[in-house]
């Protein structure tokens, strides 16, 4: 019976495995966790114990292993012990580590595995989309209708299930049908977990439906966590992978401003339609249904590009640290890389404590240093490839190892470098020094095979995915340890790694200086330089990672770029804009402002004059003047980072939410992404915001937005002309201002 494993759920006492095709099976797995032998006649409610060796903290330990009926009875018993072990792995991480269940594995009836594990592709996959109908953009739960959903099945043709007018039952009820007749593995789509799944759970008990789409005719369970910012919400659906990107693009893509479907196709360059938002789908829907409905098609058809680019990276991690892939997506980068940790040191005979409760504890992290803010040309981008990763492992810096428990090692060396102190084993090889060792050896085994393989050919996409998984683990061991949430945080081992990672920097610095290189910019990621060619911008890094243990790597060579200062510049690449912390990567600007300023810096760049960029800057401000725009051009976006009640200083996104309280009966939630406009009338600016699905262009204080946009204009001006923009003209751009 057994096959492709792809998908787990937690029962009671029971972990429920599940395989591609439909098949499942229940297992009974007994939680447990591990006491030190003076706390054995503590513990209650077990229903077998055993005495073990472990090693905590690497340190060889005699232990009692206590195994429970199920997670309830663990926990219960687990309160009367000082020092309980493992208690914070769940019990389907255990059962996945104990039986070596890795994801997309073929098992046989004993759950052994057949082989090497396969890929997504063995995954029957459903992608939809829905079209939620409400007048101003507000869908309202069991009160606005589904009104359209597209669909396909893999690869095939995108499909329409609609209604005529707005009674969405039948829509419901065919959604319903597709899923049963076509049993799909996985549900993807964009975003659908606080959309379209809340409305069509919704309106379907509206209607007296069971929303029956669970492998055993179960409704979907919605649960969530709040993460960055935002509250991502989960539908568990019974036996099916429910693959939301939402969670992706919010972990993966913080640089975008929301993260929204459209966003993300922009930035990994899928072709995807005009957006239409969702105060504009009633009037669509009245006016042209069909073209409303060939939006959505598109819609879906990009959303699916979007999968096809993204997921396979997201198998690779699953299979990496044993989640599986519904879980892997919505799980934070810190608890990817604590999953790999456990997963590796189980083999090895490690138990883990219980968190201690902890303090926010910050601490001195990367160097960033600019020159001077300035207009240079070719420059040379070199990254730090896995840098912290290198430091870990040549200095043997790991939890344990940095200022290690008594007992755990012999030989002790006390580093100082940039201000930090802290004794480090010698004779001793840590944990985490040993699995990066690996990680970088497998990874770069592996970009060894890649090079002998066409860039388009599936063995090099499907390596790639593994590359950049085990990439992404290595690289975020580091951040790991300093995380106040990480059940193996050392503050002082991120502290050292940090302070060896900017002595190296600098010595870096130093070398490139010694061969006739300028550098004018460093941060974390790399090193910026001038003054070369291509060819010793190309070998030098061999050089350098010879003489210290990181690994420097060519990112590109920029044919200018625009500093105005630190974390604020742009470079041209092969005539493309990259850029960092301008307001036009960031989401409380308007869209017209934003789009100003990236086409003033750009012209810069591509060397145009001050006379020349201001004409520009004018086209841009008479069209908000002139109010030739639409109310997408002028939306600020706002996050509600919490409740009402809680906020001490009143923002726009307090008075939005406020007003939709009060004037509509909407209830904002915490994490909910509000668009904003800036209406005429009294009252200062926060005062006058509103939300823009129910305002338009003639009731907004265009003067506001005039104003602001003379801001963001007059300080990007005023930056150009000190790093040496030309100005033809004979008068400048303080007058016009």
Request: charged share 30%; glycine share 8%.
């Amino acid at each position: 019976m057994p096959g492709v494993y792809f998908h787990l759920e937690n029962l009671d006492g029971v972990i429920e495995i599940w395989f591609a095709g439909g098949s499942s099976k229940k297992i009974r797995h007994n939680p447990y966790f591990y006491t030190l032998p003076e706390e054995e006649n503590k513990v209650s409610g077990f229903i077998e114990k055993e005495k073990v060796r472990a090693k905590v903290l690497g340190i060889d330990k005699e232990l009692v292993k206590f195994s429970f009926l199920d997670d309830k009875s663990r926990k219960k018993a687990a309160k009367k012990v000082e020092k309980p072990f493992d208690l914070e792995i769940p019990p389907w991480f255990q059962l996945s580590v104990d039986r070596g269940l890795i994801p997309f594995s073929e098992l046989d009836d004993d759950l052994a595995s057949l082989g090497s594990p396969r890929g997504q592709e063995e995954l029957k996959k459903l992608f939809f989309s829905g079209l939620v109908y409400s007048e101003d953009g507000f869908p309202l739960e069991g009160k606005s209708p589904i009104v359209a959903i597209a669909y396909a099945i893999d690869d095939g043709p995108i499909e329409i299930i609609s209604t005529t007018d707005e009674d969405d039952k039948q829509v419901i009820e065919e959604f319903i049908s597709l899923i049963k007749k076509e049993n799909p593995d996985a549900l993807a789509g964009y975003g659908h977990d606080a959309d379209e799944l809340k409305h069509l759970k919704a309106r379907s008990q509206y209607h007296g439906i069971k929303l029956s789409i669970g492998r055993d005719g179960s409704e979907p369970k919605e649960t969530g966590r709040f993460f960055r910012g935002t509250i991502l919400v989960e539908n568990r659906i019974r036996g099916r992978a429910n693959l939301d990107l939402f969670p992706i693009a919010w972990r993966d893509f913080p640089q975008l401003p929301e993260r929204t479907w459209y966003e993300l196709a922009d930035e990994i360059g899928v072709t995807r339609p005009k957006v239409l938002m969702k105060f504009r789908i009633a009037e669509a829907w009245k006016s042209d249904r069909n073209n409303t409905l060939s939006y959505l098609k598109n819609k879906l058809s990009t959303i699916r590009e979007i999968y096809g680019k993204l997921m396979d990276h997201q198998v690779e991690l699953s299979k990496l640290t044993m989640r599986p892939i519904h879980k892997l997506i919505r799980t934070p980068v810190g608890e990817i890389v604590e999953s790999y940790i456990i997963k590796e040191a189980k083999k090895m005979g490690w138990v883990f404590s219980t968190k201690e409760p902890r303090k926010e504890s910050g601490y001195v992290g990367g160097y960033v240093w600019l020159r001077s803010p300035g207009l240079y040309e070719e420059i040379c981008y070199w990254d730090f490839a896995s840098m912290y990763p290198s430091i870990m492992a040549h200095h043997n810096i790991s939890f344990e190892t940095v200022n290690p428990p008594l007992g755990l090692c012999n030989e002790v060396e006390k580093i100082e470098v940039e201000g930090i102190s802290a004794n480090v084993c010698r004779d001793i090889r840590g944990l985490i020094p040993t699995l990066v060792m690996e990680l970088m050896e497998e990874r770069s085994k592996i970009k060894s095979q890649m090079r002998s393989l066409p860039a388009d050919s599936p063995e090099f996409k499907r390596l790639d995915s593994i590359q950049r998984a085990v990439k992404v683990v290595t690289n975020a061991m580091y951040g790991y340890m300093g995380w106040s949430n990480a059940l193996l945080m050392n503050l002082n081992a991120a502290k050292l790694t940090s302070a060896l990672g900017r002595y190296y920097i600098k010595r870096v610095k130093e070398y490139a200086e010694s061969k006739g290189l300028t550098t004018i910019y460093i941060d974390t990621d790399g090193i910026q330089l001038i003054g070369g060619n291509s060819t010793i911008y190309t070998s030098l890094p061999d050089e350098i990672n010879e003489k210290l243990p990181i690994r420097l790597e060519l990112e590109y060579i920029a044919e200018k770029g625009l500093y105005l200062a630190k974390k604020k510049y742009a470079h041209l690449v092969n005539g493309r804009l990259v850029a960092k912390g301008f307001e036009f990567v960031r989401r409380d600007y308007p869209k017209i402002i934003k789009e100003a300023q990236r086409k003033v810096v750009e012209m810069a760049l591509k060397g145009k004059d001050l006379e020349e960029i201001k004409r520009e800057i004018n086209n841009f401000r008479n069209k908000i003047l002139n109010r030739q725009v639409e109310k997408e051009d002028l939306i600020i976006m706002e996050t509600m980072g919490k409740e009402l009640g809680r906020f001490e200083r009143k923002t726009k996104g307090f008075y939005v939410a406020s007003w939709l309280l009060n004037k509509k009966g909407i209830d904002v939630h915490r994490g909910q992404v509000l668009r904003i406009l800036i209406v005429k009338g009294p009252g200062n600016v926060n005062e006058r915001a509103r939300p823009a699905a129910f305002f338009d262009v003639p009731d907004l204080d265009i003067g506001y937005y005039v104003r602001l946009f003379d801001q963001v204009m007059e300080r990007t001006v005023s930056s150009l002309k000190k790093v040496g923009i030309s100005e033809k003209a004979t008068r400048g751009l303080e007058e016009w201002f």
